[in-house]
């Protein structure tokens, strides 16, 4: 039998990063769902505040949750629905004029279930520009989705996206090709 310490993690977070932590839970009431739509800029601010990189003319709405704002880069118009959760403690990059729709999970870490106290491992997650993921989607750990892809609701992506494709289900398969009409 092994002989380990049960909830001790190997990954011994920095003083700085722990006391980023608490202060950004403190500042993160902002986020509520009670704060409508127009709170945006506030969210924005904030986060930019606790390092964020985030572009012009984007959108918060209320519920979203970000774990660590310093992992976090947004392009210009990007827009993350209510309740968007970004579990970043790996780096965490949307592209310009992507879409993030409500109750999307973005899941940086997981835990590295081969080693006993099954410690923190965490990959960087890059969306592309130009993509939806649509409600309810989960995007896991070092998943790169290309430019133009469509996620559909409710899948699991595990794995990268080629170019302007239709991804859906759990797990997340090729449906078909994007193609944008020109809307008049």
């Avoid at 909830?7 to 769902?33: A, D, E, T």
């Avoid at 505040?49 to 774990?67: D, E, H, M, P, T």
């Avoid at 939806?132 to 790169?144: D, M, S, Y």
């Amino acid at each position: 039998m092994l002989n380990v310490r049960l909830g001790v993690s190997q990954k011994n977070w920095s003083l700085k990063v722990k006391l980023l932590r608490i202060m950004w839970m403190g500042m993160s009431f902002i986020y509520w769902p009670i704060f409508p739509k127009f709170f945006s800029p506030i969210r924005v601010w904030s986060a930019r505040l606790f390092g964020a990189q985030i572009g012009r003319n984007c959108l918060i709405c209320s519920g979203v949750k970000i774990w660590m704002p310093w992992n976090l880069t947004l392009g210009d118009c990007v827009s993350l629905g209510h309740n968007v959760e970004i579990y970043n403690f790996g780096k965490i990059s949307i592209d310009d004029h992507s879409s993030i729709s409500q109750k999307v999970f973005l899941c940086s870490a997981s835990h590295d279930y081969t080693n006993p106290i099954h410690p923190l491992i965490y990959k960087e997650i890059r969306i592309d520009a130009q993509c939806w993921l649509a409600a309810g989607c989960f995007i896991g750990p070092g998943v790169h989705i290309k430019e133009g892809v469509v996620v559909g609701a409710m899948s699991v992506v595990t794995k990268d996206t080629e170019c302007w494709g239709v991804y859906a289900g759990n797990p997340a398969v090729f449906i078909k090709k994007r193609v944008l009409v020109n809307g008049s």
